[in-house]
């Protein structure tokens, strides 16, 4: 199993970005999947949850009303769109598969791992 982060960057505060991870190797319709984030020197934030057939999301408070995970199974991706951009979201941004609960914050929760996304967004 692989996952591909794409779609990070530098953008100013209150820009945009979207994310992508694409899998491979997994039965990725019936997968719940979920990104999180870790900023420098700090462990483990949850950021969402999407069930295989997209019809439960979940999301942390830091990020409710500003972020939206959506996924497209025929593409085997998952999507983060990332709204109304804060400099407290400057981190390095995960997806992962096949964890343990709902809410991720260790790395031992999830099987398989993206190698991240850098996202950086400045004042």
């Known amino acids: 199993v692989q996952l591909q982060e794409s779609g990070g960057g530098s953008v100013q505060s209150g820009g945009s970005l979207r994310l992508s991870c694409t899998a491979s190797g997994l039965s990725f319709s019936v997968s719940s999947m979920r990104w999180v984030r870790q900023a420098a020197g700090k462990g483990l934030e949850y950021i969402s949850f999407i069930s295989g057939g997209a019809y439960i999301t979940d999301y942390a408070d830091s990020v409710k009303g500003r972020f939206a995970i959506s996924r497209d199974n025929a593409k085997n991706t998952v999507y983060l769109q990332m709204n109304s951009l804060k400099p407290e979201d400057t981190a390095m941004y995960y997806c992962?598969?096949?964890?343990?609960?709902?809410?991720?914050?260790?790395?031992?929760?999830?099987?398989?791992w993206g190698q991240g996304a850098q996202v950086t967004v400045s004042s």
């Open positions: 992962a598969a096949d964890c343990d609960a709902r809410v991720v914050v260790t790395t031992g929760q999830c099987r398989y």
